[in-house]
């Protein structure tokens, strides 16, 4: 198993602290199935935008000051003093976009493919962990500029834990480090916004484990068992994700380079006011369809729950789908519930930035509804009684004639 | 069948936001010439609004973001900088004897704000305080085309039934449409120093170009290095492609 070195030094060291052979076993031996297509390069973009993420970040962080009252003048210092700081941080507020654009498309394509099933579960896990953290790190992120959105998109969710009977009120005094949300806020705010990302890295790390345990899925959602169907993750994978990577930065770049703010809220150009409240508090776009879930319901606490609720309900998604056929190429019916799901979602997303009244909240209501319909009645139905179509032994066989 | 049912129901999400649209002004759209990917400021355009900044607005409002030495990307000298920095009065201090003072202004210092906070803003003004102007345009939705329009849309007298208090203004651009600032700008309201013609557009299209550059200093160089690292990029994804396909060549054939 252990292909030796040529270089000594190498061996030597490999001998004793196993880096390298780990590192050859899982970047360029690894054996990938050949049939991969490119929903699968959103895994690897997803890892290199966490990593320019980090790195903007911390280089923001040399100039960024956590002070209610320095906050906004330090990004607008970057901005105007800074060498290149315009970049830096255009680089980073755009890039929380495309995190996201990225991390919804490689859910979808998970979805699609059915890589949730067994033996992946924990596999997909890890990654719902990692959106989870996500999206705290991208809320806390968000409130740092203290710009008008800033203020009081941090009043808005930190004020849903007070929906917690009891002890509620206790527990947004406790967040806020006050009765209001204050200096202490921000930097509490700040402190976890740079923590939480490495502690995505580790998780990282295990779905990368998880991952390599069985291999990836594929657009099949057949097991592989020939030798034939899996090729070594170098040179085939990694020049494939390089030329990712090229098609990403060229969207990233577009985005930074000529429409910086088109993804942001111009009320943020304006510094925190406690005394003046925006006419609309909305949060980013990647927030909206939980947001819209969350206002869809009339009672706070109820609001709260479906929110979270629709976002826990991921991690029982291997056992609510009880159809063991992976992918949907082979199940027509659950191919077309897939697409009337995403389509769904996406409307969720265009009322969730819409005040709840009139046709908009009835639209998410039926909205909101139908994401857990999907999860908690559709899907286990289906697996009893949809006739999914043949499915092949192994990937160069075409399932849709039985000779061959 | 399933894409008939998606075009129906897409063309459905499309006409939705049509069917709820919300009564709106629509606002005079004006050709920025630092708009699309090789939008540039224009040098002459923002000397003369910052000529109007400094005999109009700034009785009001402040620019605190701008430093003097700025001023550089409008095309002046440091030389003309520095004698306009010295006509301000900047507070300054303390010195060794724990007193402030008063000396001119450096190119590093920052515009000079008429009031010294919000609040001596607030007092002066009745409560409705005019806001910095440091980076106006990109704090407003479509901020440069809303500016002009609001600038450029003062009605002498509201339309009847419409009660105004006095003091307020009508302008149909604003919110609610009653305004505390009085129309700042009016036909030949300056004397342009080169000799332009001081018409109301043209004197609402310089400040607004002048308040975009305040608001974005950096859009110049922004879109100078996008078309680079952009060609760039593409340059390097079209090798990146011939790459994969002659690798992956080796295991399709």
Redesign the interface.
Known sequence: MTKKFKNKTLAWLDYRLPIFSVLREALVDHPTPRNLNYWWNFGSLAGITLVIMIVSGLLLSMHYVAHVDLAFDSVEHIMRDVNYGWLLRYIHSVGSSMFFLIVYIHISRGLYYGSYKSPREVLWWLGIIIFFLMIITAFLGYTLPWGQMSFWGATVITNLFSAIPLIGDNIVTWLWGGFSIDNPTLNRFYSLHFLIPFIIVGVVFLHIVALHKFGSNNPTGIDLTLKQEKIPFHPYYTVKDFFGYGVFFIIFGIFVFFLPNLLGHPENYIPADPFVTPEHIIPEWYFLPFYAILRAIPFKLLGVLAMLGSILILFVLPWLDTCKVRSCRFRPIYKQFYWIFIFNFIVLGWVGSKVPEGHYLIISRICTAYYFTHFLIILPILGMFEKTLPVPLNIFKNPKTKKN | M?KK??FI??SF?FLIPNL?AEEAMSLKKQNWSFEG?FGRYDNSTLQRGLQIYQEVCSACHGMK?L?FR?LRDLGFTDGQIKIYAETFEILDGPNELGEMFLRPGEPSDTFVSPYKNKEEAKAAFGGAYPPDL??LT????N?PNYIYSLLTGYEESPPKGFELTDGLYYNPYYDGKVIAMPPPLYDNAIEYIDGTNASLDQLSYDIVHFLNWA?E??LQ???S???K??LF??V??LL??V??KE??SR?EK
């Open positions: 399933i049912f998606f129901i897409f999400f709820f990917i973001r430093r700025e440091s980076l990109k704090a407003i939705k901020g608001a200093p950096k160089q922004r879109k290095l996008g078309l690292v952009l990029l593409i390097l994804t990146l492609y790459t994969m690798i992956w295991i």
